[in-house]
């Protein structure tokens, strides 16, 4: 019975805060972004859980909450569908040419196509089933984690993207910036 009122606080704050961009704009994933693409939001609840569990172990461990950004929103979406639809799994931004990946773009100059800001990192997961699952695997390893616990880091996105048409199914991106 204790962890209820904590259920109930959490669901509370899951449904309490709008995430930006929730219409569907179609995309072509066979070129380097632009960064006006919008991807249509998957599961907004799996992505305000994520941002939840990143703030409270930011928190935990002394560090201010990351506010979200719109544009870090949009770079994050778009990296996980892009790698959902083209069937990768790597940071940079590939493109398929006939039967052929090949490496698109960089990673942050990817996300600073929708970003004018500084990002300083980007975490990426597939596979994984669930916003804690990601998160947990986040947490145990230490270049993921050094991420998560950036002190200089102010602002992130995060996105999650699922399709039953490549290897991992469900992909997930958390970017984080200093504004």
Known sequence: MKSLPYLLVLSAL?????????????VKFNAN??????????????????ILLIN??????GLSSLKIHNSLMRAS???????????YFEHATHNRIG????RG???FKRIKMFYDGFANTEN??????????????????????????NESATHMGVGYYQTNHSTYKRYWVFVSSVE
């Not at 899951?14 to 179609?26: A, D, G, I, R, Y």
């Open 33 to 50: 972004p632009s960064g006006k693409e919008q991807i249509q939001v998957m599961n907004s609840s799996f992505e305000k859980e994520l």
């Open 77 to 87: 979406r778009y990296h996980a569908a892009d790698m959902a639809n083209e069937d």
């Open 14 to 26: 899951l449904f309490s805060f709008h995430l930006p961009n929730e219409k569907p704009v179609s």
């Open 105 to 107: 773009m960089s990673t």
């Open 124 to 149: 990426c997961g597939a596979g994984y089933s669930s916003p804690q699952a990601v998160f947990s695997g986040w947490v145990n390893s230490p270049g993921h984690h050094a991420n998560l616990l």
């Open 56 to 61: 409270n172990y930011r928190n935990e461990h």
């Open 99 to 102: 039967n052929r990946l090949v």
